[in-house]
């Protein structure tokens, strides 16, 4: 894509997963949990630590309000 850097694909949530793979996911695979990142389309929940996978949760219920408000 667009990125030069590890840091233009945003956020690091641990193992390797950026933000900006997680945002790809909720576009395209509709994502909604962090539960569906984790375990359905990865099994990355096998190196994240909970604290970790409660941090992605929180974090993609948040995109989902704000898509949700510019949706409307």
Do not use: N
């Not at 956020?11 to 984790?38: K, N, Q, Y």
Request: hydrophobic share 40%; no cysteine.
């Amino acid at each position: 894509g667009e990125a030069q850097t590890v840091a233009d694909l945003g956020e690091d949530f641990g193992a390797g997963l950026s933000a900006r793979e997680v945002r790809w996911l909720m576009r395209h695979e509709f994502a909604r949990t962090a539960e569906d990142v984790v375990w359905r389309r990865s099994k990355l929940g096998i190196r994240l630590t909970e604290d970790q996978i409660t941090k992605l949760d929180e974090w993609m219920r948040s995109r989902s309000v704000e898509s949700a408000r510019a949706a409307k």
